[in-house]
């Protein structure tokens, strides 16, 4: 199957499966499933959790759990906002008082508690949590389709604050876990699986993009996220 194929696949199965859950419908989006909570306890066990101290999140609400346990652990929360047209959030747990950090992990709170960086403020990631719509096994992982993800991934890499040694994990419900994903020239394999029932370490290839593919930048992502803009001077 295609990637569109595999994505309508995915959302047609969680909704009849009834683990689907709010934001809904979850068609066009990384879905919210019963049992996130659970997925996201279990990337806490991970060593590369304990050790980091800036994890970068996507602002998904699957993802939402994610960034509040990071934050209960002390650890600094990188947030995309979304489609990027604000560029990256910081959520710093020694900035925000503790019983705030639910309203954090929100888009809103975020916006409201974080803080707007810079390209030059980017902070060295230590790890970094994506959303998906499907993974494979071997690492192989496929988004709503905005390529929002290997945008973020590139423009961390531009700045040097991401490199090859990066670990990656995805949260995800089991069911999102298929037998094959296509590759294209700009995505990236995720390193670790967490579900609400285990965790996976991929046996496939690491697969890391050197940076953006201008190539296949688009007039409209230009004009829709400044900081390409801001990012394409830099690259000049």
Not at 46 to 68: G, M, W, Y
Not at 216 to 227: A, D, F, G, Q, T
């Amino acid at each position: 199957m295609d990637k569109e194929a595999i994505r309508r696949h995915i959302w047609r199965l969680l909704e009849e499966r009834g683990v689907a859950r709010f934001p809904k419908p979850i068609w066009g989006r990384i879905p919210n499933f019963q049992g996130a909570e659970r997925a996201a306890l279990r990337l806490m066990e991970l060593r590369e959790v304990r050790a980091a101290r800036f994890i970068k999140v996507n602002p998904d609400s699957p993802q939402r759990p994610v960034r509040r346990l990071l934050l209960e652990g002390g650890k600094h929360v990188l947030m995309p906002t979304p489609r990027l047209r604000g560029g990256f959030l910081l959520l710093d747990p020694r900035r925000i008082p503790r019983h705030l950090y639910d309203k954090a992990s929100t888009i809103r709170g975020a916006f409201k508690l974080g803080r707007t960086l810079s390209l030059d403020e980017l902070p060295e990631i230590d790890l970094i949590v994506c959303g998906s719509v499907a993974v494979t096994r071997e690492g192989h992982r496929v988004g709503k389709g905005g390529g929002y993800s290997e945008l973020e991934y590139g423009i961390l890499r531009e700045v040097d604050a991401i490199d090859d040694g990066t670990p990656i994990a995805t949260t995800v419900h089991d069911l999102q876990i298929v037998d094959e994903i296509p590759l294209d020239p700009w995505d990236f394999t995720v390193d670790i699986i967490a579900t609400p029932s285990r965790l996976l370490r991929v046996a496939g290839q690491r697969r890391r993009p050197r940076g953006i593919l201008w190539e296949y930048v688009s007039k409209e992502m230009m004009e829709k996220m400044p900081i390409l803009r801001e990012l394409v001077k830099r690259v000049d």
